[in-house]
């Protein structure tokens, strides 16, 4: 009879390119609370700490959302997480926003990394092969542990071409059981993890449907996990977003089979020390952008973030300045998740930066009131479908200037009500002048006239801000569940 074995699974997931500490957001009772947390030196501080607790019986996993999300990591591709990673101790990741600079760069970021990035659902469309490893094998404390890793499906669905150039996604669920039969025939491992970018309600599904998943790690969708999800005697965990938190996973492992478990989702706060070393290699990184993304333009009263699926102050924000540019009747923006929040006070560039850190330029286009009312029930749909693997958000579509009323509970192309913009019912053959940023804001199937102004996001943000000295941003009521 096997002896009891101790491993612990840490995970890190949607850090998107948050180096340093930052601001995170939380509700306590009716209102909302700011706290400076994160960064890759107190990630690696707690990361040490645990290693000498549980004698190096441990393992380091990154969910994906790594090489996109701040300035600095957009405007360097990447390069300037790469000194950070390799001194993280991550054993493998997998990936979404990771293939924002086209999957053959991605290549060239994870070869350098010296751990792989696993996919078992990525293919090269001219050889139907496997763009990256489905699995990774290691051997900790005399256990065998088979990784299999799912990036996110939605990468050649919803985001820009040049994230799918060249690769296809599946959802992984019909590969999962061979490669989980492979790991334990084959390789005679002792467990199996999934390391997934699905989303934790894709993530429970698939776990239902797929016998023998031991451990998930579920990314993507920036759940707050403080208990593991069990289904189908899979423990599945998140950890929050940029790298606020750590999740760590204890397990106890006999006969192939995990006999205990305690989980926690250890915040990253002032009580976790700093790793000195860390903190160099980031510091080091940072010192070109300080004197830029420091500059002080302006402040906010409104607390600024995106911590709500219907609405969100910072995009309130964030469409009140397109609108202002434009003149235009309505705006729209991605229901994007990903921004460390601000809180009521000084608004610095590195906070406009990292509210659009991709800084498309501003667009127009005409639409007419059907196509915006489809746009919308589109979004509701593909937010809060019935079947989680048609979840394909994101929160709903960002918008300002109209009003939208929905049933929830209907079934899909059947939860609007109505629609207004201004005051006014929508008229479905009108023609409305709309603003917006990204395909991801209004798809290049819709409207015409479609044209990009010269002027970027983050330039007439700034200009909005100095405009207006101090900016208002609340919720509107946009989107209003009946």
């Given amino acids: 009879m096997q002896d009891k074995k101790k491993l612990t699974l840490l995970q890190i997931n949607d850090v998107h390119g948050y180096l340093e500490e930052h601001w995170e957001h939380f509700y306590e009772g009716n209102e909302s609370v700011y706290t400076q947390v994160g960064g890759y030196a107190r990630m690696a501080g707690y990361i040490r700490q645990v290693h000498k607790e549980r004698n190096g019986s441990v ?17 360097t591709k990447g390069q300037i997480l790469l000194p950070i990673l390799r001194e993280m101790g991550i054993d493998a990741m997998t990936g979404h926003w990771d293939f924002a600079y086209g999957p053959d760069y991605l290549q060239e970021l994870v070869a350098s990394l010296g751990y792989p990035m696993l996919a078992i659902n990525c293919y090269d469309k001219k050889t ?14 005399d256990l065998k542990i088979g990784v299999i890793g799912i990036a996110a499906t939605i990468v050649d669905k919803v985001m820009p071409p040049n994230f799918s150039e060249g690769v296809y996604f599946t959802l992984g669920n019909e590969e999962l059981p ?55 005697d899979t423990i599945i965990i998140q950890s929050g977003c940029h790298g606020s938190f750590v999740g760590r996973l204890d397990l106890v492992v006999k006969n192939k089979q995990i006999v205990e478990h305690d989980h926690q989702l250890v915040l990253m706060d002032e009580q976790i020390p700093e790793d000195k070393a860390m903190k ?19 402040a906010t009263e409104t607390g600024l973030h995106r911590h709500a699926i219907l609405e969100s102050t910072m995009d309130n924000f964030l469409l009140k300045g397109l609108l202002d540019y434009t003149k235009a009747e309505v705006a729209f923006s991605n229901g994007w998740r990903y921004g460390a929040p601000i809180p009521p006070g000084e608004l610095t560039m590195n906070d406009i930066w990292n509210i659009i850190p991709v800084n498309p330029p501003i667009s127009t286009v005409t639409l007419k009131g059907k196509e915006i009312w489809e746009l919308m029930e589109k979004s509701l749909e593909v937010t809060f479908s019935r079947n989680p693997y048609h979840q394909m958000g994101g929160y709903v579509k960002r918008v300002l200037g109209l009003n939208l009323y929905a049933k929830l509970e209907n079934p899909s192309g059947q939860r609007m009500q109505s629609l207004f913009v201004g005051n006014e019912p929508v008229a479905m053959d009108r023609l409305y002048n709309v603003a917006f940023i990204t395909m991801q804001g209004v798809p290049h199937s819709y409207g015409k006239d479609r044209r990009n102004l010269e002027i970027h ?16 941003a609340s919720l509107r009521g946009t989107v209003t569940l009946i």
């Fill in 128 to 141: 139907n092969r496997l763009a990256f490893p489905p699995f990774l094998v290691k051997e900790v404390n």
């Fill in 457 to 472: 996001a983050v330039d007439a943000l700034k200009e909005y801000v100095i405009k207006n000295r101090t900016i208002e």
């Fill in 59 to 75: 393992l380091l996993f990154d969910g994906g959302d790594t090489f996109h999300g701040t300035h600095p990591v957009v405007d």
């Fill in 178 to 232: 061979d490669y989980i039969q492979k790991l334990k025939k084959e390789q005679n491992v002792d467990l199996i993890v999934v390391l997934s970018h699905l989303g934790l309600p894709q993530d429970i599904q698939l776990a239902e449907e797929v016998d023998g998943i031991q451990v998930l790690l579920s990314a993507h969708t920036h759940n707050r996990l403080y208990e593991p999800v069990t289904v189908n």
């Fill in 280 to 298: 160099k290699i980031v510091d080091e990184g940072m010192r070109p952008y300080r004197n830029q993304l420091d500059e002080v333009i302006g």
